[in-house]
């Protein structure tokens, strides 16, 4: 679990240092996607570590305590509950790449959906979500090196 | 169901309704507003390598572009305007007359984006409720909340927030409101004068706390006619779009 609160201390220390001048991917809902897919079989351990980095996110970032937290358990158990069905095969890599894209996306798009302004507005989200591309990319090579699936 | 199935939904949908149940009920409330004061208070200690990074850096680039001396020098004549804007407006007494206080945006709500800001001084640093927050010598905002380490400022564009101004070329008085959505209008100018476009719009003598002819914004257009007074669109001169650090308007009466 460790992996989570590293994740969630990188984010807030970039989203301090680079304020204003770098958009930075959420780098939590990436490890708890990871912890997902390595839980899939008992991911009720994660659902509260989850709730409360969101809980922390929100109280620290975004002043709507539970908004993030929500996203985060939801996301942790549609990761857990679709990895959990898939047969083992070797288009794996490739859909743990789009799961994991494709939660980013929805937690880290979920602000700027609902309120239509903030730091930059839709620019900065979109460079948000390429920086996440990179980070989502190196997450998927380290998931081919680890050779980690639910089911072998 | 097992009993791996039943510890399952219990954590899933545990966490799940407590999280909803907060979103839905805690923004804006004191419990909600005491516990993100404590989140900031406590995230500072993590956080503090971070800062000082993007300070230096900062530092780094300003000593490297030339731009220390010259922001200094901003910095004093902007106090010095403060100060003798005061003195050319009023008679009141500043009391210690008017000091700058750094502060930087730790906090700024996406629900309350053009409401509110919350800033890293306090109590602590002699913040009142009531005091001006300026961005490089214009007006932002209002202290209206201060905790000992930590203040909300409500920004120019809050519909909530009513500052009386005057134009400076025409000396009239006037109140400036947001709209909530970036928008900031200018009431209460009888309809009968005729302010055109490009006059600027400054402060007027409201308080001991928040001193007259700070810089504000420009007329962009002229509005619909209400009950005789004509509202007039502003153009603030800070950029709200880029809100990384306010100078509060420190000093005055209580």
């Given at each position: ?31 708890l996607?990871?912890?997902a ?98 980070c989502?990319?190196a ?14 | ?6 510890r ?39 956080e ?17 572009a ?11 004549l ?10 050319l ?153 880029r809100?990384?650090?306010?100078k ?7």
């Amino acid at each position: 679990m460790w992996v989570l609160w590293l994740a969630f201390l990188a984010r807030d220390l970039l989203q301090v240092a680079l304020s204003g001048v770098l958009p930075v991917p959420d780098f939590t809902v990436l490890a708890l996607s990871w912890l997902a897919v390595s839980r899939c079989r008992d991911p009720e351990g994660l659902f509260l570590p989850a709730f409360a980095a969101g809980l922390i996110w929100d109280l620290r970032w975004t002043a709507i305590p539970g908004m993030t937290a929500v996203t985060y358990i939801l996301a942790a158990a549609t990761i857990a509950w679709f990895w959990a069905r898939m047969s083992p095969g070797r288009g794996k890599p490739v859909l743990f790449f789009l799961l994991v894209y494709l939660a980013h996306l929805v937690v880290s798009s979920l602000p700027f959906l609902l309120f239509r302004h903030g730091e930059g507005g839709f620019s900065v989200s979109v460079a948000q979500q390429a920086m996440a591309l990179v980070c989502v990319l190196a997450l998927t090579a380290l998931y081919i090196w680890s050779g980690r699936t639910s089911h072998e | 169901m097992g009993r791996a199935g039943t510890r399952y939904w219990i954590f899933f949908l545990g966490t799940l309704f407590l999280g909803l149940i907060l979103a839905a009920v805690s923004p804006g409330s004191l419990l909600s507003d005491k516990a993100m004061d404590l989140a900031g208070w406590v995230m500072k200690f993590p956080e503090w390598p971070a800062r000082a990074l993007r300070n230096a850096v900062m530092r780094t680039v300003d000593l490297a572009a030339g731009e220390k001396a010259l922001r200094e020098r901003i910095d004093r004549l902007e106090k010095e305007n403060l100060s003798l804007r005061g003195l050319l407006q009023t008679t009141i007494n500043f009391g210690t007359g008017p000091e700058l206080r750094e502060g930087h945006v730790t906090m700024r709500p996406p629900v309350s984006w053009w409401s509110e800001i919350r800033v890293d001084r306090g109590t602590k640093d002699g913040l009142r409720p009531g005091m001006g927050a300026i961005q490089d010598g214009a007006l932002v905002g209002r202290v209206s909340r201060v905790e000992p380490n930590s203040s909300w400022i409500e920004l120019l564009t809050s519909p909530s927030l009513y500052i009386p101004v005057v134009v400076e070329e025409t000396r009239d008085l006037g109140v400036l409101n947001g709209e909530g959505n970036g928008n900031v209008w200018l009431l209460y100018i009888p309809a009968e004068k005729e302010l055109r476009v490009g006059m600027g719009i400054s402060t007027a003598l409201v308080s001991e706390q928040l001193p007259p002819g700070i810089p504000i914004g420009k007329i962009v257009a002229a509005g619909d006619e209400i009950g005789g007074y004509r509202l007039y669109r502003l153009a603030l001169t800070a950029e709200l779009s880029r809100l990384y650090r306010v100078k509060i308007v420190t000093g005055g009466k209580p």
